[in-house]
């Protein structure tokens, strides 16, 4: 990534006219309304500021959104020190790992996709979690064949072999421009210091309590000496979490992967029956992927391919929807979701049958993904009624695919644009702090099909494509997405979610792709899932009444259930920079200069 300049004149435009506002840009903080100057107004007019409820925040060089603000603000600084796109995602990465602990991470893996501006090249990085070399197909099934309960979510054996840090590495020295231990220099302070409890982690750690509580070693860290859970207010000091990160910056990668952190996190599992040996670490690889790529009225999107689901999911609902004039139809209206919903049924239909880490099943990913393929599907689709999900099998594509995770978007004063989303699994996932490490391991496992046919975490149903095997990558759903439109950045998104992230990230690309939306307001509006089992209709709190009664006209089985996703999303528009977080997470900000 060189400095090239290609945010074109508008940008330099934009530049101009928002110099009257000093500071970065921040959302819920400073309330867009009340900085904007007259002549502010004017320029954000061209994304119907006046016609908006939500309000993205817009600046004119650089952009960061995250769900948690202190790593917002890591990588704001980076972006105005001089640092790129690259450069901010790996410091906000560690910083998360800190100010996150539920989903950011240290001991998770995860994708980035990146678009290199200098060269216009977009790459996928998996950093996804490897199974141990010890990992067997039927390793979380009892002597009758049956799934052990929690075993593949709260034990040692849930444990995949950690890629995070092995990812942001090599990130950085593939594309980024300054020092790892400067870049990582935050997030060891907020680990050594310590910063104060919101009361959305307080409510994770209190949901999350009897995992946590399990082990001595993530007690000490987020209960209080009198032996409850931390509350909001209190300050979360990670002084273990300091000196490995120390360790990393000194050392890069080996120092986690062979030297010192290795030891302790073996150490770990052999005391407890866990799987991960040193020579699992030691033989830890990122993968640099071809991107999933597809075009919708006029954008290209491009995307993350598997191990994740979601990238090549998104481009059949995508390749489907074209067939619809969706516009037309209205946002979120009955006749639009229908549709929308029954596609999904037949998405995720196909997941469950094709999908798997490609360096070990074929995945008839051209087949998936070709035109024909969702003209066929769409012939399935029905105006006025539901096709019932036990009548769904999956599709015949041609030969040759906690919620918690987070994602983070970042763009660069040159164009560059990085979208993060990496994981734990669930909350704090296995629960487990390796002792003397301070760092939280993920129960990745659980996104393998312990069983084929048997539901994971997220209700989602694996095949034969996505048993479990050595050294082999789960399925994940996650989803970076980059768009471009006329060969220029466009937008960047992504979101937590589990199963949910693939239609939650598609929605977000339909609003603003269908309907125009800027992401504040493509963020807010109300979401919706269907993934085929269970065969119902999964809708937002506020969804309007009248469209729940002809979607159930239509024999749609509906029902309202907690908030999906988080997404954090930034949209080049009118040569200005527009970001905001998913107010779903009250945590999180879109921070620009
Ligand atoms: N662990 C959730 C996912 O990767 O999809």
Redesign the pocket.
């Known amino acids: 990534m060189h400095r090239n300049p290609i945010l074109r004149l508008g940008l330099l435009a934009a530049a101009l006219v928002l110099s009257a506002c000093s500071g970065p840009q921040r959302q819920q903080a400073v309330p867009v309304v009340q900085r904007a100057t007259a002549v502010t107004q004017a320029a954000a007019a061209a994304y119907d500021y006046d016609f908006n409820v939500f309000h993205s925040v817009v600046a004119s060089h650089g952009m960061v959104v995250a769900e948690q603000a202190l790593a917002s603000q890591v990588g704001l600084d980076v972006l105005k020190r001089g640092g790129n796109a690259v450069d901010a995602a790996v410091a906000m990465g560690f910083a998360l790992g800190v100010t996150l602990p539920y989903s950011g991470n240290t001991g998770g893996g995860g994708f980035m996709m990146v678009h290199d501006a200098a060269t216009g090249q977009d790459v996928a990085l998996d950093f996804?979690e490897v199974a141990p070399q010890a990992a067997t197909r039927d390793m979380y099934l009892d002597a009758q064949g049956n799934v052990i309960d929690g075993m593949s979510l709260h034990t040692h054996a849930a444990v995949g072999v950690p890629g995070t840090v092995a990812g942001l590495t090599h990130a950085l020295q593939r594309w980024g421009s300054l020092p790892l231990a400067q870049l990582m220099q935050p997030a060891i302070a907020q680990a050594e210091n310590g910063y104060p409890v919101s009361e959305t982690l307080a409510t994770v750690i209190e949901r999350e309590k009897d995992n946590l509580g399990q082990w001595p070693a993530s007690r000490a860290i987020f209960f209080r000496d009198d032996g409850t859970p931390l509350q909001r207010g209190d300050t979360l000091v990670q002084k273990d979490l300091a000196t490995s990160l120390r360790l990393i910056a000194q050392g890069g990668a080996s120092a986690f992967y062979r030297g010192p952190i290795a030891d302790k996190i073996a150490a770990e599992m052999a005391r407890h029956g866990g799987l991960i040996s040193k020579q699992d670490l030691a033989d830890y690889r990122v993968v640099e992927r071809e991107p999933i790529r597809g075009t919708y009225r006029g954008y290209e999107v491009v995307t993350m391919p598997p191990p994740?689901s979601?990238g090549i999911h998104i481009v059949q609902l995508l390749n489907m929807m074209a067939h619809w004039p969706l516009q037309e139809w209205g946002h979120n209206s009955a006749r639009s979701v229908h549709h929308m919903a029954e596609a999904m049924k037949l998405v995720y239909a196909d997941r469950a049958e094709y999908l798997g880490d490609t360096d070990f099943v074929q995945v008839p990913v051209r087949g998936l993904l070709s035109r024909d393929y969702a003209a066929e599907l769409v012939q399935k689709i029905s105006d006025d009624r539901t096709l019932p999900a036990a009548q769904v099998k999956p599709g015949h594509p041609q030969a040759h695919e906690?919620?918690?995770?987070t994602h983070y978007s970042v763009m660069d004063k040159d164009g560059n644009m990085v979208a993060v989303t990496y994981?734990l699994?669930?909350h704090f996932g296995s629960g487990i702090v390796a002792e003397g490490t301070g760092i939280v391991l993920n129960n990745?496992m659980?996104?393998f099909s312990a069983k084929p046919g048997v539901p994971n975490v997220?209700g989602l149903i694996g095949g034969e494509a996505n048993a479990i095997e050595a050294r082999k990558r789960?399925?994940?759903?996650?989803s970076p997405t980059l768009v471009l439109k006329d060969g220029q950045p466009w937008l960047i998104t992504g979101s937590p979610g589990?199963?949910r992230?693939i239609t939650t990230v598609l929605q977000i690309l339909s609003n603003t792709m269908d309907y125009g939306m800027d992401p504040a307001e493509a963020t807010a509006s109300l979401r919706f899932h269907q993934q085929w089992t269970p065969d119902e209709i999964r809708v937002e709190q506020g969804f309007s009444v009248d469209t729940i009664a002809l979607l159930r006209q239509r024999g749609q089985s509906v029902v309202v259930k907690p908030a999906m996703g988080r997404t954090q999303t930034i949209q080049v528009r009118d040569g200005q920079l527009l970001g905001f977080s998913d107010p779903r997470n009250p945590d999180g900000a879109a921070l620009g200069y």
Do not use: K, Q, V
């Open positions: 996804r994740s979601g906690g919620s918690n995770t994981t699994n669930t990745e659980d996104d997220y789960p399925l994940s759903s996650m589990g199963a992230i």
